[in-house]
């Protein structure tokens, strides 16, 4: 069985290769994954954000077997619950944290864990068939299982697509179909917001002077935000540029002409082994750029025009296209290079 690591809101184990992403609700904050294989439900992930120094984890797993029995109840199965089972033996896995461990059975069996850890109580579950011999999966699983939220990166995980994240971005929004992964994170910066908020005034009031529809707005994006995205496959993506003298530059110009719309930037081109690459840096342009003098300018040297980053590659071994996107106040390259080595496409 081959094994692969796996990271969600902070939270990484190690699962079969052959478990993917079902079912996903919530947040960051709290939230509830699911994963399977080809047969069945394999494991459960539930999270919440928690305030209390010393959560009672016994209350807890009373609700999450009430869930359990409300599930079960309309398929008219037997189950039977235990608590305090310890699989584990390690005294190092119960360092810095409270663990709970449980089991249940029904139709299939189940083991879990309930465990507080920093301001988490995070609950996980595998499950199997009846007579499958799945304890040292299990095991694998249970003593994998570490809360790194407050790693200065976090994994994020699907479909065998792997990024890490400064920790300061947040998960906003995903999607997660066969030809198409997107993942969009926004971080708010907490330095000179009083700045940003005049910045965004004085932007105002010149665009209603001016009454011009360009991009006069010369106030920073108050929240950073940083985008991972994979195309597949890449043939199909780029058919209908194969004749441009740079097909993955065409086929970026035509799909991000609108993100890409206001900022004036440079493109460099690279091929790393086999794989085509590309970065994109900007910067927002502005209705006085080029104007030797303007009282808005000393104010433009505290409030740092929106910088803009994109770094795209086709792999051509998976036949993909990854595309990475940062904007934000401050310089975008570094975040969106460091994002882009975290990343293997093959």
């Known amino acids: 069985m081959d094994w692969t690591l796996f990271g969600w809101a902070g939270i990484q184990l190690e699962i079969p290769t052959t478990w993917e992403l079902s079912g996903l609700s919530g947040d960051q904050k709290t939230g509830y994954l699911r994963l399977d294989d080809g047969d069945m439900p394999r494991l459960e992930l539930k999270w919440a954000h928690t305030r209390r120094k010393k959560p009672d984890l016994h209350a807890t797993l009373d609700e999450y077997f009430k869930l359990i029995r409300k599930t079960y109840k309309r398929r008219g199965t037997e189950l039977s619950f235990r608590r305090n089972v310890n699989l584990i033996k390690e005294d190092g896995f119960f360092e810095g944290r409270n663990v709970l461990g449980f089991s249940w059975k029904g139709d299939i069996r189940a083991n879990g864990l309930i465990f507080h850890a920093g301001k988490r109580i995070t609950i996980v579950q595998v499950m199997g068939r009846l007579k499958e011999n799945w304890r040292p999966t299990v095991l694998r699983v249970f003593q994998s299982i570490v809360d790194r939220g407050d790693a200065p990166q976090t994994l994020w995980s699907a479909y065998g697509l792997k990024l890490g994240v400064p920790r300061e971005y947040k998960l906003e929004r995903q999607k997660l179909l066969s030809g198409y992964l997107l993942f969009a994170f926004v971080a708010k910066p907490m330095r000179f917001q009083s700045v940003v908020r005049l910045a965004k005034q004085v932007g105002d009031r010149l665009r209603k002077t001016n009454g011009s529809g360009r991009n006069t707005d010369f106030s920073p994006a108050d929240i950073g935000r940083l985008s991972v995205e994979r195309y597949g496959p890449a043939e199909v993506m780029l058919n209908d540029y194969k004749d441009a003298p740079n097909p993955l530059e065409a086929w970026f110009r035509a799909k991000y002409a609108k993100a890409i719309r206001g900022y004036g930037f440079e493109v460099t081109s690279q091929t790393e082994s086999e794989d085509e690459r590309l970065t994109l840096i900007g910067e927002q342009t502005r209705l006085y750029d080029g104007i030797p003098f303007s009282p808005v300018l000393m ?46 496409c093959h």
């Open 299 to 344: 104010l433009d040297k505290l409030s740092k025009r929106t910088a803009l980053a994109f770094h795209l590659w086709r792999c051509n071994h998976s036949n993909r296209i990854y595309v990475i996107q940062s904007i934000g106040s401050n310089n975008a390259q570094p975040i969106v290079q460091k994002v882009a080595e975290s990343i293997e």
